[in-house]
Structures are given as structure tokens and as C-alpha cells.
């Protein structure tokens, strides 16, 4: 079956301006997690969503969200850029059982640069 | 507070050697670890979860919460093996298995 589908994979921004990612999961999959990774701070959580709602959230600034669709597609927004934003996010999805976690999979993530 | 720390930002061995990738942890209350590896040019992918106890291309990590570490070892190290690797942690119960906490990363060189 097809992996977990990032889109666009490069994307250059001018700081100020916003820009939208988009995560489409494995099928079946009905969650979603965001992750951004950096040489400096490493992989990060930012957020879940789960059922098209918002179940987890990472320390980040309110200029990051994200949301949901009904067919578990996410997508990922980032306000009012700035330089320090620039990273690779990475998507996420698994099935997630109620009390084991079952295996994430990861997408091939949006490299995204703040000028 | 919920962390994972990686020590080795680099390990380096020959082909053949024993491996040992460390990672210790901390959090407040029971979790689930895992270590995930990156190829290069390759998805970070799952490796093994202290859950299901397995060895997986020869790698096996025992959870010692005693010592709250879930160190990753391989008796003889392969040149496949070069890639980067990740100690995660994710809480249980279904409010939290979403989330992953991850360690720095530490690179594994297998020279020939």
C-alpha cells in the first residue's frame, strides 16, 4: 500500500508570509502527528490529530496549526514566518490501538526555508 | 519532565565489532520505547519496540527501568547498519500514543 505522502517536499518562503503543508496518510491510518526537525533541537513534537480533532500538542508558538479532514488528510500551517522556522517537518501516521501505541509511519517530509 | 537523551552524537565502529547505541530516559510514568532508524535517502523507519521483545536485522534492546535506559545492541556490526538511530518514548493509554519524544539522534559509522 502507498506510504504516508508529503506535499511539497521543497518549498522557499520569505519571512512574514505563511505557508501550508500537507500530510496525506496511509490508508486507514486516523492519526496524524507533525514533527520538526532541526540540526540544533532534533525531532519535536508539534501535534496529533486524531478523528479530525486536535488530541496532543507540542510547546510550540499559536503560529503553528494544523488540522484534519474527514478522510484523515492533514494539513499544517505556519503563520507569520520567521528564520528559525526553517526545517524539515515531518508527517506521521498509525492506526493507534487504546492502550498500545502501534507503529508510526513516517512521510519523506517538506524541507521547508525561511529567507 | 518527559526526555530522552541520546549521549553519542557520532559512534563509530569496524565491521565486525560489537555496537552499542545508548539512551536513557526520563518520565513520569510508564512508557513505551522504540528505536527508529534513518538510511540516507530513506524514511525514518521503526527498528524495534521494547513491547514486543524482538530482534530485528540482529538488533535487540532490553528496557531497564531501574536505570531508565533502553540501550540498542548488535553483537557484530554490518556496513548496512551505517545510518542514523533514535531512542523514542511515547506515554501509554490512548490520550498518548501520539505523541513521540525523541533523543538527539546518534550517527553509526561501520567502516569496513
Known amino acids: 500500500k502507498a506510504g504516508v505522502t508529503q506535499t511539497p517536499r521543497y518549498l522557499i518562503k520569505t519571512r512574514g508570509q505563511q505557508v501550508t503543508l500537507s500530510c496525506s496518510p496511509i490508508?486507514?491510518?486516523?492519526?496524524v502527528s507533525w514533527y520538526q526537525q532541526t540540526p540544533g533541537q532534533g525531532l519535536q513534537f508539534l501535534f496529533e490529530y486524531f478523528s479530525e480533532t486536535q488530541r496532543n500538542k507540542g510547546n510550540f508558538p499559536g503560529r503553528f496549526s494544523g488540522r484534519q479532514f474527514s478522510n484523515s488528510r492533514s494539513e499544517m500551517n505556519v503563520s507569520t514566518l520567521e528564520l528559525g522556522d526553517s526545517a524539515l517537518y515531518l508527517c506521521?501516521?498509525?492506526?493507534?490501538?487504546?492502550?498500545?501505541?502501534?507503529?508510526?509511519?513516517f512521510g519523506q517530509g517538506t524541507r521547508l526555508t525561511v529567507v | 519532565a518527559q526526555r530522552v537523551t541520546q549521549p553519542e552524537k557520532l559512534l563509530s565502529v569496524f565491521k565486525g565489532a560489537p555496537v552499542e547505541l545508548k539512551c536513557n530516559y526520563s518520565?513520569?510514568?510508564?512508557?513505551?520505547l522504540f528505536w527508529y532508524v534513518q538510511y540516507s535517502r530513506q524514511r525514518l523507519q521503526l527498528l524495534l519496540r521494547h513491547i514486543s521483545r524482538e530482534s530485528i536485522k540482529g538488533f535487540t534492546a532490553d528496557l531497564n527501568k531501574g536505570e531508565t535506559s533502553f540501550h540498542l545492541k548488535k553483537p557484530f556490526a554490518q556496513e548496512e547498519d551505517s545510518a542514523m538511530y533514535y531512542c523514542?518514548?511515547?506515554?501509554?493509554?490512548?490520550?498518548?500514543?501520539?505523541?513521540?519524544?525523541f533523543g538527539q539522534g546518534t550517527t553509526l559509522q561501520v567502516k569496513p
Open positions: 518520565y513520569s510514568g510508564s512508557p513505551e
Open positions: 506521521a501516521s498509525s492506526t493507534i490501538g487504546t492502550v498500545v501505541k502501534t507503529e508510526a509511519f
Open positions: 490508508s486507514g491510518h486516523r492519526s
Open positions: 523514542a518514548l511515547s506515554g501509554r493509554g490512548s490520550s498518548n500514543t501520539g505523541k513521540l519524544i
